[in-house]
């Protein structure tokens, strides 16, 4: 069945545009009577969507790249994660704040062109006659577009697809409304499924992220409820402490098991592109914020996210003659962003331990008791912010299959300073202000902190949520840029960076779609301008 559904995905071939009626036109050559065989109208969008999240759908143009440029090149490295080892576009490139058009618009090029066009598909052809499928559609909806919107700001939502092929953007304070309005609609069908004995869903045979069952993925759209809500705590306080309260009372609950994740099925069919990406072709490094943190805090998940440096390294003194060793081998060492670096030696540091069958996680249990642990410290809900804070590294750990979590609650370990394997003048001292042992007589800001920065060792590897939280938070205290090569200085060296800017082929295919998104920004249309929920504030 599968093979069967890859074999007329092959065919598929929607142009990456950006004018959006182009974008609503059908052109994948998938006949009525293909689409009919073997609920094949259903497996063949559902495939599409799922792995078009974490982006690796093959739409003939090649596979892993679009994921390199969507991801990889902005959100896993803005986020403090990693670092290609290459000094790509003479060292200057998205590190260095030079932005590159032709990388930074393919999440949004990609999800136009190939994954919403499914989603509008599966949408009509399942709302009236399958209605739990159509719940699983819109959670996935609100999966795929919440990513697209933390990078952009405004995008085309609730007008995509219509027939008058008028495309009004949402603003982000919008459509983080009608995110929430999805998943209660969703979470609202699927619970008419719950206690029927002998219903076996009929998205379950297609489910590449959970387990097929109803209760699974209302507890997806709940945990991705508090998700948003959490987003919202500074830019809509009153509607995300009820939309919070809200997904935590519902019967069926939310992830907290550390099996309760979200993640992408590997097989023959789909495999991991940052797997690709680090073991064939070898260009995903540790970040330096990475390296501080973990070392600083002696974290036993260091060597369950990244591998050793292989072997010392040997280098010609700079007079040709004499020769230095720089040891390395058995040590975690990470690039630093922006060092505008013009060789190759920093491929002899550590690599992230992914490979092509690693399951891409998207959302995870940890990650929950984290959002509660922030909650609970704002005064949302009656829970102890310590317990939650606990459980998320307890839960972490166990994810993770990873010893000495209850010594490392204890820990009063800090940050280390950067020492760069190479160069000195990249060196920078610790940012990061917090120990992982709780601190009850910490002020609000400092618990928030720690809450925050284990909460990104949690999501780790996923660089799209991370990136949004720490530009919401300002957590983890990452490392600064040593070059600002930001267009027109636009990027504060010590903000960072805050979003992306839209692709430039919206503005050469359609002016006026182009003026509507930034008239909903509200502002201009670069990457030093806040998103509607970074207010730049906490409490």
Known sequence: MRGLIYMIIGVISVSCTGRFKDLNTDKTGITDENMQVDLNHLGIPLDVIQQGIYFNYDYGKGKNWPYQLMQNLSADMFSGYMHDYKPLNGGSHNSDYNLQDGWNGTLWENTYAYIMPQIKRLEDSTRLKYPAVYAVTEILKVEVMHRVSDYYGPVIYTSFGNKKMIYQPDTQQDVYHYFLD?????????????????????FSRFDLLLDGKVESWIRFANSLRLRLAIRMAMADPDKARQEFADALADPLGVFEEPTQLVAVTTDEEYSNPLGEINRVWGEVYMNASMESILNGFDDPRREAFFEPCPDDVLLPDRDGRDSVLIPLKGQYRGIRQGTMFAHTLYSALSKIYVNVQTKPILMTA??????????????????????CYEQGIRCSFSQWQVAGVETYLQSDCRAAD?????TPE?????????????DDAASDEMKLERIITQKWLAVFPEGCEAWAEQRRTGYPRLFSVRYNNSRNGCVDTEKM????NYPSSILDSDSGQYEMLVNALGGPDHAGTPLWWDTGRNF
């Open 182 to 202: 999805d998943l209660k609609t969703a979470v609202g069908i699927l619970e008419n499924y719950v206690n029927l004995a002998d219903y076996t869903p009929e």
């Open 366 to 387: 940890a990650e929950v008791w984290f959002l509660r642990a922030e909650a609970a410290l704002r005064g949302w809900t009656a829970e102890d912010p310590r317990i």
């Open 418 to 422: 950067f020492e760069d394997a190479f």
């Open 426 to 438: 990249n060196n920078i001292k610790a940012r990061c202000l917090v120990s992982p042992r709780w």
């Open 497 to 500: 960076i805050r979003r992306l």
